[in-house]
């Protein structure tokens, strides 16, 4: 099957960009369908990703004394209904357990949609002193929302995620370790999966169900959509006072706790295939791409070729995640192309004329660059190169969300905006729920968030014409 | 609180066992009761032991092929009912869902028991060619059975576990990779928990629903009780048959794969608390503990024991891990005591007058010793001890189960044995599972396993007289 056949298995990006998305989850196998609805499979090469994420946020959190836990999937009714507007959020997506071990339950089970009703219950009970504090707890599981719209990774019934919640002495330890966690997401977008993020606050409308404050870092994916990287949370006493997580200050007195909880998902997954593929399929950036070099060898059947492939194979491992393809049912030509599908940030070609002449040939994913390496320069220039391309992905990621970030100063020009050029339409806003349904109602946008770097663009609500309070950033959304 | 008062809060290990057990896990902070009936919170103390047991055990499975991925925790109905043994074996203990997203679902899903079915189902759908074998899956994750009576970490109605799920060309591989997997659950077992593993098969009245052949590592508890440590499952093609796993193999013909699976799970907690505990609490062995070196100074209050004390503990946390407890509400005496029930392997204690000498004190908490250290040999000396008390504490239990290994030749003596002694008792057997009926009836012992050694005890089964086929292990459990 040559280059032209195999392109054409995956639909043109710029044609329809959500079936390009799920044609390439299916066929890099990342992700498949299962028999219950609405839930993915993650094949190996998909939950490699996760793993590397897993594995770079684990550590940052460590760094800020987060501790893991495991508390229950299952939620006793009861205490979901605890916190008024968490369980108008949650309670109509949640899956019920209504009967187990042969019998009909007495009280009905949710499967937790989130844990701040499970977590709270335990601080309640853990909590005694000032001493005790703070409790920063994390876990890294399942969780399960009822969409009615799926989508591999963006939007699936079950995902895995992690949902940190932890409780503090005071209101100002509490915003900042709200902070300090948005910080950790940032790092993880922007350094892992080499994509930029802007960082802000989310509207009343489109805050977290129970919280007093959500911030926000958001992506944008190739089409100028945008996607919601990660939450920090502020809960003031929100949950602590319904759950009675109390505790003796300082002074001897009785205080409610402050909470915070943060989450990111599977759903980076998406964000990683959306932000940096293109028409040959996925492009990994090399800290989370679960092979960062693939060696295809050239003429493999010529004497020396798979020896030399395997010797190099061996030598690289030690340093980089490796791949050697020695399959012998297909050509190199189709092996090139598969593995750029895959994504894989560096390919090495090596056949019989390289070998006397004691080079390897280096293609970049990203690029398509190619050149021609001495092969005892090989290791030094792969680390280089994936440095390189790690940074030129972020790039370019960055510059095109340059390109596609505008400016507006009425609704008519966010809807035009967005029709032209997707992106993030920033304008002036007089801070009005009303206003924020306006632009949902006509352009389909939602607000993404009020950036931390604010910008005065003009005195006026792009919306309605009054005062304006602050400068916010609309965009459709996945 | 004295160290009398503070051991009163701990029963006797040697009056009721199985309260001193959930004394300790509550104690030392392993877990909680939670309001989800029968499910357990699993705190950070507790969870970062399993931590250390997934490293452990997934660097070996990824040393063997093993690739992690992740299927729905939801499994429909109809799925679970496809091979008969295993709907009977599962089915009266699975939680089920019903209804979701407001509605009453039109077929119900069970929460995952274990997932053949799911692994066995996408096999069917990915698999075409012998090419495509093996597949050698595993994923780490939450599964529920509605136990009616339960326990801490030993049965929980929810636990955490990994299950491994392969598929491959010919029974002889399956066959292999089953016992390679047995081999990495005792080197977990044995290696990291310290605890030895009766290797061997499980009987067919023992093995699991829907298996050929179910081989087992099996530990003894500090009481004499026995502990399934891991199980690794021979299928052949029970499953692929009904699920239709099937492929093209090397000669053209369509055959259905081999399969295996594989699980340990949080129980091995358990067994930690319970192989190696005493009644001043949790010991835990080296390799496994979350803190390995706790640092308690002694006088703080004295110029310079804070700051030596956290000097030393700056050097020693790059190659250890490692505790300073400097909190002042306390007195050293009740650290000392606080630490020992946490299971802490080395307990340092530096006050004035050691700072003024150039030492430390180490105290081990498997024996109780104490040395003195020159300072400039802390490091050096901290390292042999923690590889001496790794390997005493496997020594001792091996001790133990020596004493606890009985041979008996009637059922009168098996049950005089149990009596007397718990452990294991072995005897020659027929290969009936009337004769392993009679023995639980009587005795209320499972057969532990046909061990792989076998000896040669006497020509007739110890149970009905007839010829002996096997030599066979008996064991009341946990």
Redesign the interface.
Known sequence: MGKEEFVKEITNIEEDFAKWYTDVVRKAELA?Y???KG??????YG??I??NIQKYADKKFKENGV??????????ED?LQKEKDHVEGFA???????????EKLEE??C?RPTSET?FS??YS??LKSW?DLPMI?NQW??V?R?E?ETRPFLRSR?F?WQEGHTIHETSEEAKKFTMDMLDVYADVIENLLAIPVLKGQKTKKEQFAGADATYTVETLMHDGRALQGGTSHYFAQNFTKPFDVKFQNREGKEEYAYQTSWGISTRLIGAVIMAHGDNRGLKLPPKVAPIQVVIVPVAMQKAGVKEKATELYEALKKNFRMELDL?D?YTPGFKFNDWEMRGVPIRIEIGPRDIENGVAVLVRRDTLEKETVELSNLENRISELLEQIQKDMYEVCLKIRKEKTTVAYSLDEILKNLNENQGYVKTMWCGETECENKVKEVTGAHSRCIPFEQEHLADTCAICGKKATKMIVWGRQY
């Open positions: 498949d299962t028999d219950t839930c993915i499979a993650i094949r190996p939950y490699a996760w793993e501790k893991n836990v495991y508390f229950p999937v299952l939620i006793p205490l109509p997506e949640v899956a019920w357990v209504t009967e187990a071990g042969g009905r089970y499967i499970m219950t335990l009970k853990w001493r707890y599981c399942n399960l009822w009615k079950e895995l399959r049912n």
